[in-house]
C-alpha cells in the first residue's frame, strides 16, 4: 500500500516523457494529460484518507530502512498540498486547451507541466533534505521553458532574472546541505530532527537554520521576492496561473517542514526573523498592489501579500495559527489560479494590461465579471468564502501568543487586497463598456469553465471548512509536534 505515495512523482514523469514522443498529435496529449491530472487527483484522495486511518505513511526505496536510503513520507500536510495542487493543474490545463495556442502546445507544452508538478510533487512527498533539493530542481527546470515559452523579449529578460536567482539560491541550498550534513551526520529530516534535539540547537546549527531560511525564502517570495512580480506576469495565462498557485507554496511547505520539525529549538531567532520578514513582505506587497495600474503586476503583487500572511502563522507558531495557514494554502492555490486566469482572460478580451485603459467588462461578459468579484471577496476573506477560515484562525493564533504587531498588519494586509482588487473591478468591469458590438470576441467556454470551477471551488472550500477541517488539523497537530512523524519514520528502526 505504501507503495502508491511514489506515484503523484512518478506518474507525471512517465507521462511526460510519453508525450515528448506524440508532440505532433496536440488533442491526444490534450487528453492524456487532463486525464493524468485527475488520476493522480484521485490517488491523492485515497492516500489522504488512508493517512486519516492508519498514520503517516513511509515508502522506503529499494529496502533502505531510515536513515540509510532514500525515502518518502506522506502525512496530511503533505497530501492536501497534492491534491490541491492536481486540482488547480487539471483546470489550468483545461484553460490552456482554448487559451495557449497549438504553436505553444507543440512545444512541449504539457510535457513541461507535468515534469513541473512532477518536482511540486516529490517536494511535498520526500522525506529528506537531499531529495528536496532535486526535486525543487526538476520543478525550476521545467519552470525555466515555460516561463519562455513563446520567446518574447520581455518574457526572455525577466527568465534570464529568474534564472540566475535561482541558480544561486540552489547554490545555497548545496552549500546549506554541507554544512548540515558535516555537523549532524545525516539528512534524513526526521534523523535530523533527532541529532539536531540530542546535540541542541547551538550557534552553528542556528547559522545554518538561518541559511536554510534565506534558501527558501527565496524560493517563496518571502522579503526576498524582487524576482515574483516580473516572472510571473510574462508567460502565457495558464503558465502563469500555474506559477501564481504553486511554484510559491513548494517554498511555503520547505519552510514549514524545516522550522517545525528541525529548527524549532530557538524560536526567539528564527520564528521572530520569520515573523519580521513576513511583516515586511505584507508591507511591500501592499504597496505594489495598490502603486502599479498594470492587472499582470496587481495580481502578482497579491501573491506576495499570500507569502507573508501565510508566514505569519508559522512565526507565531501555535497549532492554531498553523492550522489556519494550512487553510490559507489551500484557498491561496485555488484563488490566485483563478485570479491569473480571470487576468490574462481580461487582457486577451480588450487587448489591454492597463486597468485604466479598460471598462465596462460586465455588459459584455457578466459572469466573467460576477466571478472576479467572486475571487476578490475570496481574497479578501469575506465569509462564507474560503479566505476567511484561514484568515481567523491565523489572527486567533496570533492573538494568543501574543503577536499583536503580526496580527494587525495581517488584518491591514487584507483591506488592502480588497482595495486593490475592487480598484481593478471597479475600473475594469464596471462603468461604460469600451468594446462596440463589432470589436467583441466570444467568450470560448473553454476560458470560462475553468475560472467558474475555481470558483466552484473557492465557495466550496469555505462552506466545507468542517468537512476538511480533520485533516488541517490533522497537519497541524503533527507539524506542531515533531515527535509524531519522527517515531512515523524512525520508529523501529533507531
Known amino acids: 500500500m505504501s507503495n502508491l505515495i511514489v506515484l503523484p512523482l512518478i506518474i507525471p514523469i512517465m507521462v511526460g516523457i510519453v508525450l515528448v514522443f506524440l508532440r505532433p498529435y496536440v488533442k491526444l496529449q490534450r487528453v492524456i494529460s487532463l486525464i493524468t491530472m485527475i488520476g493522480i487527483a484521485a490517488i491523492s484522495i485515497f492516500i489522504l484518507n488512508k493517512v486519516q486511518t ?23 500536510f503533505a497530501m492536501l498540498l497534492v491534491l490541491t495542487a492536481s486540482i488547480v493543474t487539471a483546470i489550468c490545463l ?18 513541461f507541466v507535468l515534469f513541473l508538478v512532477a518536482g511540486v510533487n516529490g517536494s511535498f512527498l520526500t522525506g529528506d533534505l537531499f531529495n528536496l533539493f532535486v526535486c525543487f530542481e ?47 551526520g545525516t539528512l534524513n529530516m526526521a534523523h535530523i530532527s533527532e541529532r539536531v534535539s540530542e546535540a541542541g540547537q547551538g550557534p552553528l546549527l542556528t547559522t545554518i537554520s538561518i541559511l536554510f531560511l534565506i534558501v527558501f525564502s527565496l524560493k517563496a517570495g518571502l522579503l526576498l521576492f524582487f524576482w515574483l512580480p516580473g516572472t510571473y506576469s510574462v508567460p502565457p495565462t495558464a503558465i502563469a496561473a500555474l506559477f501564481g498557485a504553486l ?97 490574462g482572460t481580461m487582457i486577451y478580451l480588450t487587448g489591454k494590461s492597463k486597468i485604466d485603459e479598460m471598462s465596462g467588462l460586465i455588459r459584455n461578459y457578466p459572469l466573467f465579471g460576477w466571478m472576479f468579484f467572486l ?33 494587525a498588519l495581517a488584518f491591514i494586509s487584507s483591506i488592502v487586497v480588497l482595495y486593490s482588487l475592487l480598484r481593478v473591478f471597479l475600473n ?32 466550496s472550500l469555505g462552506l466545507g471548512a468542517e468537512f476538511i477541517s480533520s485533516y488541517v488539523t490533522d497537519a497541524a497537530h503533527t507539524l506542531s509536534n515533531p515527535s509524531i512523524y519522527i517515531d512515523a519514520v524512525m520508529g523501529g528502526n533507531k
Open 428 to 459: 475594469t468591469i464596471f462603468g461604460e463598456t469600451i468594446i462596440s458590438l463589432e470589436e467583441e470576441k466570444p467568450m470560448k467556454m473553454g476560458m470560462i469553465i475553468p475560472i467558474v470551477l475555481l470558483g466552484i471551488a473557492t465557495i
Open 94 to 111: 483545461i484553460h490552456a486547451f482554448s487559451s495557449i495556442g497549438e504553436r505553444h502546445e507543440k512545444m512541449y507544452f504539457y510535457p
Open 138 to 184: 526538476v520543478m525550476l527546470l521545467a519552470s525555466y521553458v515555460l516561463v519562455t515559452l513563446g520567446g518574447t523579449k520581455r518574457q526572455l529578460r525577466e527568465s534570464i532574472k529568474y534564472v540566475v536567482i535561482n541558480i544561486l539560491a540552489s547554490w545555497f541550498f548545496l552549500v546549506a546541505l554541507a554544512y548540515l550534513y558535516g555537523t549532524v
Open 247 to 343: 511554484l510559491t507554496k513548494v517554498g511555503i511547505y520547505a519552510l514549514f517542514r524545516t522550522f517545525t520539525l528541525i529548527f524549532y529549538h530557538e524560536p526567539l531567532i528564527s520564528h521572530t526573523l520569520i515573523g519580521i520578514m513576513a511583516g515586511i513582505t505584507l508591507i511591500v506587497g501592499c504597496i505594489g498592489a495598490i502603486a502599479f495600474k498594470d492587472v499582470r503586476l496587481i495580481v502578482s503583487y497579491n501573491v506576495v501579500i499570500a507569502v507573508g500572511f501565510i508566514l505569519i502563522g508559522l512565526a507565531v507558531g501555535t497549532e492554531t495559527s498553523i492550522a489556519g495557514s494550512i487553510y490559507y494554502v489551500i484557498h491561496d492555490m485555488i484563488a490566485k489560479a483563478m485570479l491569473f486566469l480571470l487576468a
Open 375 to 407: 475571487v476578490t471577496c475570496s481574497l479578501a476573506g469575506i465569509p462564507p468564502l474560503s479566505g476567511f477560515v484561514g484568515k481567523i484562525l491565523v489572527g486567533q493564533g496570533a492573538i494568543e501568543s501574543g503577536s499583536y504587531i503580526l496580527l
Open 54 to 76: 492508519d498514520g503517516i505513511i513511509r515508502l522506503d526505496f529499494g529496502g533502505w530502512e531510515p536513515p540509510f536510503g532514500i525515502l518518502f513520507v506522506a502525512d496530511s
